[in-house]
């Protein structure tokens, strides 16, 4: 188990990466480096370290260190779900579901890696099985904004206009503080889908 301080630094990395906010990513991480290196925790180190490299877009490096991060804590869900997107983001799809799932086996109730599950599946082409994600997600955190842009994308995928529609919305509700930024895309897409199903009628 992570400390709680390590814990919530992991989150507001999380949050700052996912809103592409990378001045916030690494001030995190860089509190996270010196609470590491203070409290001599090697796995939290190579952790940090890796969410260095990640910002910096050296996934092979970040994949190394996240390999060696998890020798010092095999149950750290957030490791296995960063070498997923590290996996991805080096053309390599073979395993990442397994990777996910792993994460998902140590940390059931972590909201990222059933997000982050659902994304890749919705990537690759099964959107059914990418909601199922996302609602898990949302039972989690039901006020995460980019969960529900990305359940809407889900779908639309199937075809699915109104609730693709309603998922939109519900995010706009939602957004505030660092999410602030993806108010004019969310409202892009709302009145893209507002036209398709105007169209349909």
């Known amino acids: 188990m992570n400390h709680p301080d ?3 630094l992991r989150r507001q990395i999380d949050v ?36 260095a490299a990640i910002v910096d877009g050296d996934f092979a490096g970040a994949l190394g260190l996240l390999e060696r991060a998890l020798a010092f804590n095999p149950l750290d869900g957030a490791a296995f779900n960063d070498i997923a997107l590290c996996m991805v983001e080096e053309g390599t799809l073979d395993g990442v579901l397994e990777m996910f799932d792993q994460g998902l086996a140590v940390e059931a109730d972590y909201a990222t890696i059933h997000h982050n599950k659902g994304w890749f599946l919705n ?5 059914s099985e990418a909601l199922a994600c996302f609602e898990r997600a949302l039972a989690l ?28 919305r519900h995010a706009l509700v939602l957004v505030e503080g660092p ?17 398709i199903e105007n169209r349909r009628e």
């Not at 290196?37 to 370290?49: K, N, S």
């Open 16 to 51: 700052a990466i996912t809103w592409n906010d990378q001045a916030e990513a690494r001030r995190r991480i860089a509190e996270g480096l010196r609470l590491a290196q203070a409290r001599e925790c090697p796995g939290e180190l190579l952790y940090f370290r890796a969410q």
């Open 6 to 8: 390590f814990t919530q």
């Open 141 to 168: 955190e039901p006020r995460r904004v980019v969960t529900w842009e990305n359940m809407a994308n889900a779908y639309e995928e199937q075809g699915r206009i109104s609730e693709a529609l309603g998922a939109y």
């Open 123 to 127: 990537k690759i082409g099964r959107p």
């Open 179 to 195: 999410a602030a930024g993806i108010r004019e895309q969310l409202l892009a897409e709302v009145a893209r889908l507002e036209f």
